[in-house]
């Protein structure tokens, strides 16, 4: 039983350490195939690919590139399919720094997930362009 719950307090720890515990990560191809296109009219660029998809609430963060344009986050505060983007930043315009862009986020989005713009800080801050 103790082993238990060491196993148990480790695991809580492990996860609240992790800024992207609680969003949801990924998309099917069948998906992609659908959200780029519809991405790429929103941004009115051509050859949008969805690198990264994420997913708290009703809000959805996409780290999308394009043949013509820079790497950007992408946010919607519903439905992509039927709502329009709220938010489209090219990764070069953020601040530095993963607590920056976190901060930067939630200022200019409050109703955003705290987790979502964690998730989505922590994966800019890692690809290094920010």
């Known amino acids: 039983m103790k082993a238990l719950l060491l196993s148990l307090f480790w695991i809580a720890q492990a996860a609240a350490g992790d800024p992207c515990a609680g969003v949801e ?3 099917d191809d069948a998906a992609k195939t659908q959200l780029a296109p519809l ?3 929103h941004l ?3 050859g949008v690919r969805i690198n990264e998809a994420l997913h708290s609430g009703e809000w959805h963060a996409f780290l999308v590139g394009a043949r013509d344009a820079d790497e950007s986050v992408v946010l919607y505060s ?3 399919l039927s709502t329009r983007q709220i938010e489209a930043i090219g990764l070069f315009a953020l601040p530095e720094g ?3 862009i976190r901060a930067w986020f939630l200022a200019n989005h409050a109703a955003m997930p705290a987790a ?5 800080a922590q994966l800019v801050a890692k690809a290094g362009v920010s």
């Open 44 to 46: 009115g660029v051509r």
């Open 116 to 120: 979502l713009a964690s998730c989505v």
């Open 78 to 80: 519903g439905d992509p």
């Open 39 to 41: 991405i790429g009219r």
């Open 25 to 27: 990560r990924g998309i």
């Open 98 to 100: 993963e607590k920056a």
